[in-house]
């Protein structure tokens, strides 16, 4: 009624509606009860959370925010006010793979068979490429990602498809892990399969694999990465330069995903936090 009172007056409002001008008054001047005072300090941090997030996250991860916090509230309760604050996560979308086939290649063989799960750091890798699309047209984008912690450890942006583009990923991810014999897993793309790829993995004690064909579910986890790219980057701020994109594509790996992204596979830590938490569980046992 009091959003309506400046076309419609008081009188006739509770006149149609069948109630009291002294019942209406008399609730208007009522003071919240503390869960109302409550649900309006919690939307205030929902908000920031949600604004943090650049608009990303959901209930479930807007909770696990909250948690982290100290604030003890149900996830229910969370969705419901996010729902009246117009607010909600943002959505998946299949984002397009790149993978050309070499039919004269001798590709790797499969050692994950879909397993994707891993008891510590640097036991498997999976890596992939994708298309980002820019104003004047393509860049390519490789990862390599720790299957343990989620982790982006290596990657790489070029505006070419060439053999470079993957070896430089892995170096990436070498330099900053320096394994020793790790499963590297990947699609059977001609830069995987390239000569080039296969003498780099040797030298640095990294094993390929390889997965079928076509087949989506033979890398999830990449393609899972590549999703929430499209979905909270690529698919939400219109096309930007290539300058641009390359400024935004490290924020959102190196400033986000890897440092601050809550992850429901993690407990819903980011990659960092959760290796961080592992190391110094780890140190514990130790001494």
Known sequence: MS??????????QCEVLGVSRSGF?????RPLSRRARADVEISQRIRLIHAVSGGTYGAPRVHAEL????????????ARLMRALGLQGATRRR??????????????????????????????????????????????????????SRKVVGWRLTDHLRTELVVEALETACAQRRPDGVIHHSDQGTQYTSIAFGIRCRAAKVRPSMGSVGDAYD????????????????????????????????????????????????????????EARAEDALMTAST
């Open 25 to 29: 008054y008399a609730w208007k001047d």
């Open 95 to 148: 984002i397009t793979t790149t993978t050309v086939r070499d039919p004269d290649a001798r590709q790797a063989p499969d050692l994950v068979e879909r397993d994707f799960t891993a008891d510590g750091r640097d036991q498997l890798w999976v890596a992939d490429i994708t298309y980002v699309p820019t104003a004047p047209g393509f860049l390519f984008l490789a990862v390599v990602i720790d299957a343990w």
């Open 67 to 78: 948690a982290a916090d100290g604030v003890r509230v149900g996830k229910k309760r969370v």
């Open 3 to 12: 959003a309506h009172q400046a076309r419609h007056g008081v009188a006739r």
């Open 219 to 274: 890398n999830a986890m990449a393609e899972s990465f590549f999703a929430s790219l499209k979905c909270e980057l690529l698919g939400r701020n219109g096309l930007r330069s290539k300058a641009e994109t390359r400024i935004a594509i490290f924020e959102w790996i190196e400033g986000w995903y890897n440092s601050r992204r809550r992850h429901s596979a993690l407990g819903y830590l980011s990659p960092n936090e959760f």
